[in-house]
């Protein structure tokens, strides 16, 4: 990457079922403030799939300025798809100074990939990018996050999730095609998926999670409900201080950092520890019996009530659908 210039951005987007994973909005914000701070260097995104409206309206809103669409290998292809950024790198215009990649399982798999097609060096664990004089400088957290190093002159950039604040930056967008070169055929090939067990899915990937907090006596009812809907079940600190959970399931800024789809809060107050390790959530459904306990702020669906005496209703009523949904005996 030439010294002092930086004329193009490079933004690998992970989205699914046309939504634009979390970790991808936060790459994207991150890429479009350093473009900026480089003297406003063109920020594009890469996807591989179909043409989806609303991924491109949500690349337009969180900072890109244009989307290169390239068909989808399928299935869980990260050395195909990392082949392909590693051709297109020198083919496209202008020439991206760095990539950046969400901190996923994937986007850090590709990301890695592409640096070492390259022979260029790269970091993970990213918590902070700037621009300044000498080109891109990062911040990234090292020996399981005790140590913070700063490295400078890298062109592949894995960011930590969870870490940034995402706001619309929104920008007229242009949608174009990846080029296409001759690419080897891939040597890696997906044999076989499997629905991964809630129970030990790391709360950090889980999509659905079921909490618990100090108004939570009986754990079972949390943990019943969590498999009747196929949620994963974390915690706040003080459930997992007193064992009624294993320290594993903290959730929190000095616990687990999530980002589900949908978070269902049993019971939590809100402290501020807590909030700070799932206000990223999507959709958050809250069951407390005091109407003024912060963690109803960030609800998307507030019910004010007896934890256990929810929790049941809503047992019954999953397994009374379940039931009505199973034809009877004979049925064609």
Known sequence: MAQNALSAVWVWVAHEKGRILEASREALIVARRVADEAGGAVVMAVIFGQEDEQVLAELATYGADLVYVAPEPGGYAPLSISRRLAWAWDHVVPPPGVLFCPGTRMGREIGLRVGAFRGVGGVSDVVRVRWDDNGIVCDHLAFGGKVQCTV???????????????????????????????????????????????????????????????????????????????????????????????????????????????????????????????????????????????????????????????????????????VAAVPPVGTP
């Open 152 to 322: 400078q002159g890298v062109e592949v950039v894995i960011l930590r999730p969870d870490t940034y604040r995402v706001r619309p930056a929104p920008r007229p967008l242009r949608v174009s095609s990846l080029p296409e070169g001759e690419i080897p055929a891939p040597d890696v090939f997906l044999v076989e998926v499997r629905k991964a067990d809630p129970r030990t899915v790391p709360l950090e990937q889980a999509e659905f999670i079921v909490a618990g907090g100090n108004g939570v006596r009986d754990f079972r009812l949390i943990w019943e409900f969590a498999d009747l809907v196929g949620a994963a079940v974390g915690g706040s600190r003080v459930v997992c201080d007193d064992g009624r959970l294993e320290r594993s399931r903290q959730i929190g800024e000095s616990g687990t950092i999530v980002s589900p789809r949908c978070y269902i809060a049993v019971g939590i107050s809100g402290a501020i520890q807590h909030v700070r390790g799932m206000q990223n959530s999507e959709i958050v459904i809250t069951i407390n019996t005091d109407r003024h306990a912060p963690i109803h702020d960030l609800a998307s669906l507030a019910i004010i009530g007896d934890a256990h005496a929810v929790l049941q209703a809503l047992i019954d009523e999953v397994r009374k659908e379940r």
